[in-house]
């Protein structure tokens, strides 16, 4: 606004010249706002998991903030699924339909739902604009940063015939393939034969040591990568046998019910 100040004096004695009696100043006030945001989130999470992402508006300036418009620039990688109160996404970037007038202490709160990719570090940056000035700038925009710790799943399926004859060559075959999201790392794969029988050989260099086949370590397996062994055992003359594979990985699989098949 503009303020008008004007100063009088008056006397009893005659004062012709009436013209000096008063005196005015005009100031006129730019407007200022704060526009302060605040964003948040979860500082870790698993790959694949649901992440919500919140942003918090406030006018903590005197005058009214007026056309605030406010963004959200999502991370490089991962996958947005929605957002609140009818923001809109492009290019990896969710905008809010512009907000007219923040009144001083108007506060408005937005969210983000995205799910993490299967590794890395996220970066997330929230920003805020207004046709009204802003002095203090520093407090326009937050970001949050969220470590994605890798996750596999180890899937292990171990198939051979129910019944067999005595001294008949058997063929367990094993197959184990990676389920999960993140790759699997430095896997390593066995078979525990039976207690009885004679192991004969196993495919890909797997190696036999007190009854337990050992394959070479596989450095890397991607989501979706399989790989098949197989064992040759010829049967006893009597009995039942049990044979148990498994597979481990450095890689956290939270899934661990499905590492062994027998």
């Not at 009214?64 to 996958?79: E, Q, V």
């Not at 299967?118 to 470590?147: I, K, M, R």
Request: proline share 5%.
């Amino acid at each position: 606004g503009s303020l008008d100040n004007v100063a009088a004096v008056t006397s009893a004695t005659a004062d012709p010249s009436t013209g000096n009696n008063t005196s005015s100043v005009s100031t006129s006030v730019s407007e200022q706002a704060d526009l302060e945001l605040l964003k948040s989130g979860p500082a870790s999470v698993n790959a694949g998991d649901t992440i919500t992402y919140s942003i918090r508006v406030t006018n903590l300036g005197l005058s009214d903030a007026s056309n605030a418009a406010i963004n959200d620039k999502l991370p490089s990688t991962g996958n947005y699924v929605s957002d609140s109160k009818g923001g809109a996404e492009a290019a990896g970037v969710v905008t809010w339909p512009t907000i007219g007038t923040m009144t001083p202490s108007d506060t408005v709160t937005y969210t983000v739902t995205f799910v993490a990719p299967s590794t890395g570090s996220l970066t997330n940056v929230a920003a805020v604009t207004s046709a009204t000035a802003d002095p203090t700038s520093g407090n326009n925009t937050s970001s949050v940063s969220t470590s994605v710790a890798e996750e596999a799943d180890l899937d292990v399926l171990k198939s051979g015939p129910a019944s067999v004859t005595a001294g008949d060559t058997i063929t367990y075959s094993v197959q184990v393939t990676n389920l999960g999201l993140s790759d699997a790392s430095n896997l390593v794969i066995t078979d525990t034969l039976p207690s009885t029988g004679t192991f004969v050989s196993a495919s890909n260099g797997g190696a036999e040591a007190s009854g337990v086949v050992t394959w070479p370590t596989v450095g890397t397996m991607t989501p979706a990568d399989t790989v098949t062994y197989t064992v040759t055992f010829v049967a006893p003359n009597t009995g039942s046998l049990a044979n148990v594979a498994a597979a481990t990985s450095a890689t956290a699989d939270p899934t661990t019910g499905n590492n062994t098949s027998s």
